[in-house]
C-alpha cells in the first residue's frame, strides 16, 4: 500500500488540495479508504486525520468500510423510477443475492442507491465502478449478473452496456455553430480584451446554471480585485436530478467550453482553471483529458497561447458524489479537498474563492456561449429571447415524452410549444429547474421559459397524467435530506423532518394539522436555511401543496388526533414474545 | 471606520470589521446565539442568530456590519421561528435535562428558557448516539451534540492542537475525535484545554465536577441567558 500511497502523493505534489483525488484513487484502488491510508495521508499531507475522515464521510463514493469488487450504484431519480427502475433493482438485487445498501458477503458485489446519475434521458441508468450503466432492463441485468460471477473486468463487459447517446433533438444558436477553435481567443485579442467584455455585457447573457446573475458583471467584478492570483472554475457538476446537458456539451463541445474558460482567464487574469467534473461522468475524465491535450499541442492552452501573451492551463477535479458541490462556494472547498461545505457570504468568491483568491465560477453553458459571444458580438446574443433573458437556453427534458434529450431554444419560448416538439401528450405537469424550480400544473403550460418567468438550470421533467403527484414530491424530499450537507440547523434537520412529516401524511398516518404543520415547516427550512439547497429543498412541497391542495388533504384521516405511528404495528414485537394474537392483543389506533 | 445601524430603532455604533452580533453585542443588546463565541472564527451554522438585515434574513455573527442597514431582531416571527430552530436541535439528539449534569448551565436550555419553549413539538429522532468515557478527566456524551463547532474551533485556534472535526453528512453529521483509535484518550486534549471547557450544551464534561455547584444555584437558574451573555461576551467565555 505504501509504495501506492507514495505514487498517487508523488503525481499529487504532496498538495492536500488534492486529497479528494487522491482518495478517489485509493477507493478505487481498495474499494474503500483503509485507516492505513489514512494515516499516511495525514502524516504525508500534514493534515488532520478528522479532515480525511470528515471528506470520506461526506461524498457518497467514498467508503471507510470496503464495498463489493464490483459497486453498482442505481439511479434514483424520479425518472428513473418512472421507468420501473425498483422492479429493475429488485432483480438486480435476487440476481445479484445482494440487498441495496449492502456489500455481499464474498466481498464479489455491493449494490445501493445514489442520486441521479444525469441519465435522464436513457435510463433507468446505473454505474458500476463508477462507470454509467444506461437504458438498463431485464437482459441487460442478466448480462451484468453474469459478467460478474464469471468475474469478467468491467473494461471486458460489451460495450452496449455503457453506451452514452447525445440524443440532441433540437439545436438552436448555440449548438447548431459551434465556433473554430482559437476563434474566440483571436476574436477576443483582436477586438480587445476590455472591449470584449463590453460586449458580454451587451449580450445580457445572465449565468446558465440557473440563478441567473450577469456574466459580464461576475467577470468584471473578480477582474478588478486586485489579488496574487485569480482563477477560472468551470462547474460541471451538475446534479440537479433531471439535468444532463452538461455531460453532452463536455461530450460534443468540450473545445468551445475551454475557450470560453481561457476567454475569462484572459480577462480577468487567470493562468490557472479547474473543472469541477461530478463524479458520475467519469466516463469523460479521458477523453476531456486528451481534449486538453490536443490544446495544449495546438497551441490553445499552457504558455503563450496563440503568441498572445497569455498563460493558462486547466486541470480537471472529479466529485465524488455530493450534490451541494454544485453550489459555487461548496464545490471551492472540494476543489481544496474539503467537504463541500457551502461558504459563508460575504465574501463571494470573485472577492475570495478558491484558496481565498478572486475566482470567478460559472457553469459549463455559461462558457459555451460566452466563447461564442467573443465571436459573433453581444448583439448577435441580444438579438434573440426576450429583453430579461438574451440568448438560448439548453434544456435537458426526460420523464413522459416521445423524444427526451436535448433541446435549444430561445429564451420566452412557452411549455406548450416545448412540449409538442419533445412528443408529450396527457401532460400532467411539468418539473421546471428540477427538484429545486417550480412544478406547474397542465394550466400553466403558456407560461416562458424565462429568468422573468420560469427560470431553469436546464432540468425539464415532463409527467404524464398516470403519474402521481405525491410520489414525485416524496421522491423530490427524500432526495434533498440525502444531499443536505448537515451545516445549518434548518437544513440539517428540517430536511430530515420535511421528510418525516410527508412521509406520515402520504402513509395515512396525517390528522387535521399535519398539512399546515407540514407547510410552516417549509416556510422556516426554506427562510432560514445557509443556502440554495435548504433554501430550495421545500420547493416541491411548496409549489404542489399550491397547486394540488386536495391531494395533500386526501390523505388525511378525518380525525383530529393521529399518531405519527402505526400503534398495531408497534405492539408486533410484544404479541410475539408473548405468543399472543387474540383481540386483546391488538388496539386500534383510534377509539370507535 | 465606524458608522451606525439601527437595531429594532435603535441607533448603534459599529466599527469596520464588525459583524452585525459584534455591534450589537458591545451595545448591550442580545441576539440569541449558540455557535458564536467572541474570539473564535464565526461559523454560522446554527441559525438562531438570525435577524432581518434590510428585509432579509442574514445570520448576524458572520454578516458585516455596514453603514445604514436595518436590522430587525426583536419580532414575534423572528422569535417563533428562533424557537423551532431550537426545537430542531432538542429532537435531533438526545437531550434529557432533568438528568444531565450541564443542567442549567447549558446555553441550550438557556436559549430554549429565552424563547420561552415549552415543548419539543417535532418527532423525536431518537438518534443512536454513543458515549466516549475513554479519557480519565474528560467526557464525551454524543447525545448532547449540536454540531456548533466550537470544540473544533477552540482545539485549533486556542490550543494549537486538531483534537475534534466534524463529519458524516446531513442528519448523520457526528463528531470525531483526532486519534488513532478515535477515542479521546488518544487524543492530545488536555484537561485545561479551551476545547474541554467550550461545549454551549453538555456533550462534553470535565469529570467529577458536574455537582459540585447544586442544581438550583446554576448560571440559568437564576439569571436570563440575554445578561449572561452580555456580561460575559466582553473578554471570553465563562471560563
Not at chain 1, 196 to 213: I, K, P, Q, V, Y
Request: hydrophobic letters at 35%; glycine letters at 10%; one cysteine or more.
Amino acid at each position: 500500500m505504501k509504495t501506492f500511497l507514495t505514487a498517487i502523493l508523488t503525481e499529487a505534489d504532496y498538495q492536500p488540495v488534492r486529497l479528494l483525488s487522491l482518495l478517489r484513487k485509493i477507493q478505487a484502488q481498495y474499494r474503500h479508504i483503509p485507516a492505513e491510508a489514512i494515516d499516511y495521508l495525514a502524516e504525508a499531507l500534514q493534515i488532520p486525520r478528522t479532515q480525511i475522515i470528515a471528506v470520506v464521510e461526506f461524498y457518497s463514493f467514498l467508503h471507510l468500510t470496503p464495498q463489493g469488487r464490483y459497486d453498482i450504484l442505481i439511479s434514483d431519480s424520479i425518472t428513473d423510477r418512472m421507468l420501473d427502475k425498483e422492479n429493475l433493482l429488485g432483480y438486480l438485487s435476487s440476481m445479484l443475492k445482494v440487498n441495496p445498501g449492502e456489500v455481499r458477503a464474498d466481498g464479489l458485489v455491493s449494490l445501493n442507491n445514489t442520486s441521479c446519475t444525469g441519465m435522464c434521458d436513457q435510463g433507468p441508468a446505473g454505474l458500476v465502478n463508477g462507470l454509467p450503466l444506461t437504458r438498463l432492463d431485464r437482459p441487460r441485468i442478466d448480462q451484468i449478473a453474469a459478467s460478474i460471477e464469471r468475474q469478467l473486468p468491467v473494461s471486458e463487459w460489451p460495450d452496449y452496456l455503457f453506451a452514452v447517446n447525445d440524443n440532441i433533438y433540437k439545436a438552436g444558436l448555440l449548438l447548431n455553430a459551434p465556433i473554430a477553435k482559437g476563434a474566440a481567443i483571436t476574436g477576443a485579442f483582436n477586438r480587445g480584451l476590455a472591449a470584449t467584455l463590453a460586449e458580454l455585457d451587451r449580450s445580457g447573457l445572465r449565468g446558465r446554471g440557473g440563478a441567473g446573475f450577469k456574466t459580464a458583471a461576475k467577470w468584471r467584478f473578480c477582474a478588478e480585485e486586485t489579488a496574487e492570483h485569480h482563477y477560472v472554475v468551470c462547474n460541471a457538476d451538475e446534479g440537479e436530478p433531471g439535468t444532463f446537458k452538461d455531460r453532452v456539451l463536455l461530450n460534443s463541445h468540450a473545445d468551445q467550453v475551454f475557450e470560453g474558460m481561457t476567454l475569462a482567464a484572459a480577462i480577468i487574469g487567470a493562468k490557472q482553471g479547474f473543472l469541477y467534473l461530478r463524479g458520475e461522468y467519469l466516463h469523460l475524465f479521458d477523453k476531456l483529458q486528451a481534449v486538453l491535450q490536443q490544446r495544449r499541442a495546438d497551441g490553445l492552452l499552457g504558455e503563450n497561447i496563440l503568441d498572445l501573451g497569455l498563460d493558462f492551463d486547466i486541470e480537471i477535479c472529479l466529485g465524488a458524489g455530493a450534490y451541494i458541490c454544485g453550489e459555487e462556494s461548496a464545490l471551492i472547498e472540494s476543489l481544496e479537498g474539503k467537504p463541500g461545505i457551502p461558504r459563508n457570504r460575504p465574501p463571494y468568491p470573485v472577492t475570495s474563492g478558491y484558496l481565498n483568491q478572486p475566482t470567478v465560477v460559472n457553469n459549463v453553458e455559461t462558457f459555451l456561449a460566452a466563447a461564442k459571444i467573443a465571436v459573433q458580438g453581444g448583439d448577435w446574443f441580444a438579438g434573440f429571447g426576450t429583453d430579461k433573458s438574451a440568448g438560448s437556453k439548453i434544456l435537458s427534458i426526460c420523464g413522459d415524452c416521445a423524444r427526451p434529450g436535448i433541446y435549444e431554444y430561445p429564451f420566452g419560448v412557452n411549455i406548450e410549444q416545448i412540449l409538442a416538439d419533445c412528443g408529450a401528450t396527457d401532460v400532467l405537469g411539468v418539473q421546471i429547474g428540477g427538484p429545486s424550480g417550480t412544478f406547474i400544473s397542465n394550466k400553466e403550460f403558456k407560461r416562458q421559459l424565462a429568468f422573468e418567468d420560469l427560470a431553469t438550470g436546464g432540468s425539464f421533467i415532463v409527467f404524464n397524467d398516470s403519474r402521481n403527484v405525491l410520489d414525485i414530491v416524496q421522491n423530490f424530499t427524500h432526495f434533498f435530506a440525502h444531499e443536505s450537507c448537515g451545516f445549518c440547523t434548518p437544513c440539517r434537520v428540517g430536511t430530515s423532518l420535511l421528510k418525516k412529516q410527508l412521509d406520515k401524511i402520504i402513509d395515512g398516518h396525517g390528522s387535521a394539522g399535519d398539512v399546515v404543520e407540514l407547510e410552516s415547516l417549509c416556510q422556516l427550512v426554506k427562510s432560514h436555511s445557509h443556502c440554495g439547497l435548504g433554501q430550495t429543498a421545500a420547493n416541491p412541497i411548496l409549489t404542489t401543496l399550491q397547486r394540488y391542495p386536495d391531494l395533500y388533504q386526501k390523505r388525511l384521516k378525518n380525525i383530529s388526533y393521529e399518531p405519527g405511528f402505526d400503534l398495531d404495528g408497534a405492539l408486533e414485537t410484544a404479541r410475539r414474545m408473548a405468543r399472543r394474537n387474540d383481540a386483546g392483543a391488538h388496539l386500534s389506533q383510534v377509539e370507535d | 471606520m465606524t458608522g451606525t445601524i439601527n437595531i429594532d430603532g435603535q441607533n448603534i455604533p459599529f466599527e469596520d470589521g464588525q459583524t452585525i452580533i459584534e455591534a450589537a453585542t458591545a451595545a448591550g443588546v442580545y441576539i440569541p446565539h449558540l455557535c458564536h463565541q467572541p474570539g473564535y472564527t464565526p461559523h454560522g451554522s446554527c441559525k438562531l442568530c438570525t435577524v432581518k438585515v434590510n428585509g432579509r434574513n442574514c445570520s448576524a455573527c458572520t454578516f458585516p456590519a455596514s453603514e445604514g442597514q436595518t436590522v430587525i431582531n426583536n419580532s414575534a416571527e423572528l422569535e417563533q421561528d428562533r424557537r423551532r430552530i431550537t426545537q430542531m436541535l432538542f429532537v435531533e439528539g438526545n437531550h434529557l435535562c432533568p438528568s444531565c449534569e450541564k443542567s442549567g448551565n447549558c446555553q441550550l436550555q438557556g436559549v430554549a428558557y429565552h424563547l420561552n419553549m415549552l415543548d419539543n413539538h417535532y418527532p423525536h429522532f431518537y438518534a443512536h448516539r454513543e458515549m466516549d468515557a475513554s479519557h480519565p478527566d474528560i467526557l464525551i456524551d454524543h447525545n448532547r451534540c449540536i454540531f456548533c463547532n466550537l470544540c473544533v474551533r477552540a482545539s485549533k485556534e486556542k490550543d494549537g492542537k486538531n483534537v475534534f472535526g466534524i463529519a458524516g453528512r446531513g442528519i448523520n453529521k457526528r463528531l470525531i475525535v483526532n486519534s488513532p483509535s478515535g477515542q479521546l484518550k488518544d487524543s492530545d486534549i488536555a484537561v485545561d484545554d479551551c476545547a474541554a471547557h467550550i461545549c454551549p450544551t453538555g456533550a462534553i464534561l470535565i469529570k467529577r465536577t458536574g455537582y459540585q455547584v447544586p442544581i438550583g444555584q446554576r448560571i440559568y437558574d437564576h439569571q436570563h441567558i440575554s445578561e449572561v451573555a452580555l456580561a460575559q461576551e466582553g473578554p471570553h467565555g465563562q471560563d
